[in-house]
């Protein structure tokens, strides 16, 4: 038995919400990154299910789906590079990783 | 020169010396008055050259205001004012009263205020009245003569505060002019109902579609709107209850008195009364109306009169009694011209007599009082002649102006008896009053140093008050009267009148004589009338607990309202908000995604429900 689109949207929403567990749960500031991407890979995810499931009138998956998803692909390695810089900067300067700590920014 | 433009250069010239002096007047002093004399007597010049050339009768038009390009109404004719001016008889004669009388008084002023300060600002002011009274005159629509109308009392408001430096002054000033506002407001809506009804505002429109019968099933309209149009006189023409600016007008300069509340300004709420008369004619309550106020106000102002002590006050009082006997000559005579009449006398001798009375208050070094005056008789010999003879037209001596013009009124007014009787026995206490100060400023025994050294005015001052006494004598005369009025017969004559008026004359100068002929000071003392019946005092009170009680519950909405819910309320609404919002900001990245995430569930939320 093949999987249908509704356990492909399963498994996404399951990532998605680690991933969002993750970012509101743990403290260190790499995990939240990584969660960040994992949350962005549920999307992919059901992008790449959705374009699998919903043939265009040739009998081809809709490109337009997968096109998508190498765009989110692409900017995402540039965020991760920018992000990780931001990070190495941060823990240069404050000689942490935990988001407890860095809560300057408050009233 | 076409003679058509005769009546804009009438009107313009004082407006242009106006304009000059104020710009240059300050530099020159022979500058000033002589722009503003030489306007003047221009003025005058040209309306006698109109009065004796009754064939021009047209001038030129101009279409002011019409309002018709965008009108939204098609069933109404549109709105506009026209600026044209009217030529007829009344117009004619009152052109010829009021540039006379300016000229001379133009002409006194070079004498008395030859050492007052504010030369120029005074010319000024004069050439600025000059030009509004022409106004009024040649206004041929209502509007129009509603602008000059609030033009007068603008340059009379200019001319009383002229001392502005003094308060009483000051304040004399800005009553003229308040006290004029509420009359006006009548004005304004006595024309507004007027047009409503005939949709035009031409003098001579109104007066067509008022013969044609548009009120004859609405009489009370037309008589509210008349009454309503009144209060515009009952305002500049100082008729009780809104008298109270006349006497206290008195602060300005002594010519601006003969000039502006003697002879041409209150003589414009009359004019404009026998402007409307065709209307009024057809509007018999408002006439009844019109002839009650005149007959209470000229005898409760002569009453008043007799015990007033300051010369000029005693003669602001005689002049609302005589406006009483004008605007009752309207109220009960067949034709305007018997108001204007009077009018037209009155504007002679009484302008004589303010111009004797300055020419004594100079004598006098500007003392006021009449028991500090005295035996001046003989110290001041021409302006005693002068005085004398405008007393006698004022108390209406039999053969001078007086006495024509306000026995055809008193005779007139038979046909209401108790107005009739108000005006005889007012006839009575007017020779009494005029018999008073007569007696007290130039007989008795001299009653301060001032009196016993007071010396003669200068020509330029007695010339101008001969000229005067001859015309305050003469200008009621039969074969001089005919060539500015058409008098009617009166009919219905009291029994015994000529003897009624003249023993109200013998009463009123002897008994003047018999009690004031040698006095030290007022053997009579009616404190009722000295303090003019309380009016101003309880004028005083209505404005303090009146005025000064809505001003209080303005000033707390101000405060509270205005300042308190909407300026500094707005303000501190955006302050709590962002003293609410700061709380939010804990500093916490997580909480931040956390508030971020909820907001985009509750969009989705939203969106999708």
Known sequence: MSPSLGDYLFVSGLLFAIGLAGVLLRRNILIIFMCLELMLNAAN??????????????????????????????????????????????????????VEDLNRMKF | MNVQTLPWIILFAPLLAAIVILFFGKYSKPLSAGLAIFSAALGCALSWYLFLHPTVTESFRIEWMNFSAFWPY??????????????????????????????????????????????????????????????IVLADNFVMMFMFW???????????????????????????????????????AGILLLWYATKTIVFSEIQENVAHGLFADNQLYLAVACILVFCGTIGKSAQLPLHVWLPNSMEGPTPVSSLLHA????AAGVYMLARIFPILLMAPMARDVIAWVGGITLFVAALMATQQNDIKRILAYSTISQLGYMVLGIGVAPVADVALFHLFTHACFKCLLFLTAGSVIVGMHHEQDIWKMGAIKNKMPATFLCCLAGAAALSAVPFTSGHYSKDLIIAFAWSKPPLFWLALVTAGLTAFYVGRLFFVVFFGP?????????????????????????????????????????????????????AMTLGALVLGLGGAFLLYRNVEKDPISIPFFANRMYIDNLYAQLVKFGQDRVG???????????????????????MCAGFALRLLQIGNIQAYAFFFGAGVVILIYLLIR
């Open chain 1, 45 to 98: 995810l059901s992008l790449v299910a959705f374009s699998r499931y919903n043939l265009t009138d040739l009998g081809l998956p809709n490109f337009n789906a997968q096109v998508f998803v190498f765009f989110i692909i692409t900017v995402a390695a540039a965020e991760v590079a920018v992000g990780l810089a931001i990070i190495v900067a941060l823990y240069r300067a404050r000689r942490t990783t935990h």
């Open chain 2, 446 to 498: 001299p009653r301060s140093e001032h009196a016993k050294h007071c010396a003669e005015s200068p020509k330029v001052m007695t010339v101008p008050m001969f000229l005067l006494a001859l015309a305050a004598i003469g200008a009621g005369w039969p074969f001089i009267a005919d060539k500015f009025f058409v008098l009617p017969e009166v009919h219905v004559e009291p029994p015994f009148f000529n």
């Open chain 2, 263 to 266: 002879a041409t300004m209150v």
């Open chain 2, 74 to 135: 098609h069933d109404v004719p549109a709105f506009r004012i026209p600026i044209g001016f009217i030529l007829d008889p009344i117009s004619r004669m009152m052109l010829v009263v009021v540039t006379s009388i300016a000229t001379l008084v133009f002409i006194y002023s070079l004498g008395y205020m030859r050492t007052e300060e504010g030369y120029w600002r005074y010319f000024a002011g004069l050439a600025l009245f000059l030009f509004s009274m022409l106004g």
């Open chain 2, 552 to 574: 209080l519950v303005l000033a707390w909405m101000d405060r509270w309202i205005i300042d308190g819910a909407g300026v500094r309320g707005s303000g501190k609404v955006a």
């Open chain 2, 150 to 188: 609030e033009l007068v009392g603008v340059s009379s408001y200019i001319l009383i505060g002229h001392y502005f430096g003094k308060n009483s002054a000051a304040d004399a000033g800005k009553q003229a002019f308040i006290v004029n506002r509420i009359g006006d407001f009548g004005f304004m």
